[in-house]
């Protein structure tokens, strides 16, 4: 997530009790950079105001570059399946507020938003200081989980410097992969980054990682056993998902797995676990054989493995390689906004290709930031359309209160990707360029990619009429 500074006065919040949209109204006011802490300090203050719910959940961490949600979503799933009682805290939202807080899966309905809401902004308004959205919405969901009173509650870090959920003392973080640094990055500049995830790395903290980066291994061990953390081996396969899927996120379904297991072997009450369905639980030994009713239960009922497992899930978290086949043309929505994950969306649009051989492909990428605009974003998209027809088409974006960075000049990426021999078009509004899209490529065959910005998909979205 990126925090920009804007222009917005600071809101001075008061004890009263809110409408659900007054709730909203309130958090779309309050995403002032300026508002934001770069310590524990305030966020501590209003934890012992709401009587440290912080304390109150066993969290689990999940930070790195790209795949934090995917993560987050995966190890989700896979501790419900144990039997577990599970937390689950997203960033960015799309198109409600709702979609950043889950309870065993499923997003925390209006009621219980604006309930919580109000005890968390009147706590905060009886210390009279100013805080950001992230920070209330962060304490939203650790006060809800603990009363909730879940297992688990797995918590998106979305940055690694500081986050308000740092509030909290991690007994596992995992870590996607690493790359917010360029080709031409230095080895010590690598290093500093890498550095910053000692943040979330505690005392007796189980660490993960799925980074392939043999340098930013030893830098995260390295860490870990300074901090007297518990360095558990990195992530080397691919879960073998459903194609096309184990390509894009199998990684990430890997570290989920390994993160559930640890939370399930070293940390879980077993009484809490489903020894009977469980995936991840180690059975105690049994001496001797067993019995003929035993084997014939067996038989009868043989258990779920967890490759069955693995071929029978899906995310359950839209706008993340989300394709809506129902639409026509078919439309596949993901938030890729950096160099690494518009790689990864790149061959997953390959890979379908491959299997379904569509009519006509245009890519609508929402120009917000700097984070695409280099070389190395020129040759990947060269070299996909040298590979795969179709076109690439950039628009502006509808800012909104999570963000209001900067556009890029949209005729400018344009004529630079031209120059390098892509077919590329700008246009004005994203309605202009989506109703270009679907003139150009085949009403049953064609896809239409939405991606580049987390803005450009709640545009989307707001066009089809979503309610926030």
């Known amino acids: 997530m990126q925090i920009t500074k804007q222009k917005e006065k600071k809101v001075a919040l008061t004890t009263k009790q809110r409408t659900y949209k007054e709730v909203i109204a309130l958090l779309d006011s309050m995403w002032n950079a300026e508002l934001l802490s770069t310590n524990t300090k305030k966020i501590t203050l209003l ?44 960033s960015p939202h799309f198109n409600t507020y709702n979609e950043r807080i889950a309870h065993n899966n499923e997003s925390i309905v209006n009621t219980a938003f604006t309930e919580v809401a109000n005890e968390v902004i009147n706590a905060a308004a009886s210390l009279n200081t100013d805080f950001h959205a992230q920070e209330l919405l962060t304490m939203m969901a650790l006060t809800y989980f603990a009363e909730q009173k879940v297992d688990a509650a797995v918590l998106e870090i979305t940055d690694s410097n500081f986050d308000p ?46 980074d392939q980066n043999k340098a930013n291994l030893q830098t995260l061990q390295d860490l870990t056993e300074k901090n007297n953390g518990h360095w558990a081996m990195p992530i080397r396969k691919l879960t073998a998902l459903k194609y096309p899927f184990e390509q894009l996120h199998g990684r990430c379904a890997a570290l989920a797995e390994r993160i559930a297991q640890i939370f399930v072997q070293e940390i879980a009450d077993p009484k809490n676990i489903i020894l009977n369905e469980s995936l991840l639980a180690k059975p105690k030994g049994q001496r001797g054989r067993p019995t003929l009713e035993a084997k014939r239960q067996s038989e009868l009922n043989p258990k779920k493995t967890l490759e069955q497992f693995w071929q029978t899930t899906t995310t359950t978290i839209s706008n993340r390689f989300e ?50 605009l280099n070389t190395d974003f020129y040759k990947i998209i060269r070299y996909f359309f040298k590979k795969t027809t179709g076109q690439i088409v950039f628009c502006p974006i509808s800012h909104d209160a999570q963000s209001s960075n900067k556009d890029w000049n949209v005729e400018q990426i344009t004529n630079d990707i031209k120059n390098v021999k892509v077919k590329a078009r700008s246009t004005t509004s994203f309605t202009q360029a989506l109703d270009y899209a679907k003139k150009i490529v085949d009403e049953e065959n064609g896809l239409i990619a939405i991606t580049g910005s987390r803005a450009l998909i709640a545009e989307y979205w707001k066009n089809k009429g979503a309610k926030k």
């Open 165 to 210: 959920a740092m509030i909290c003392n991690p007994i596992i973080s995992g870590i996607t992969r690493i790359t917010n640094y360029g080709e031409e990055a230095q080895a010590s500049e690598i290093r500093q980054i890498v550095e910053t995830y000692q943040s979330i790395i505690k005392k007796g903290c189980w660490v993960i990682s799925a």
């Open 323 to 372: 394709l809506i086949e129902e639409n026509k043309p078919t439309i596949l929505l993901d938030n890729a906004n950096n160099i690494d994950a518009f790689q990864n969306l790149l061959l997953g649009i390959r890979l379908l290709n491959y299997e379904r051989k569509f009519k006509g492909l245009v890519i609508i990428v929402g120009c917000e930031n700097n984070d695409l």
């Open 47 to 90: 934890d012992k105001a709401l009587g440290t719910p912080s304390k109150k959940v066993k969290a689990v961490f999940v930070g790195g570059s790209n795949g934090k949600s995917l993560t987050v979503n995966y190890a989700t799933q896979l501790l419900i399946n144990e039997g577990l009682k599970v937390g689950s805290f997203y």
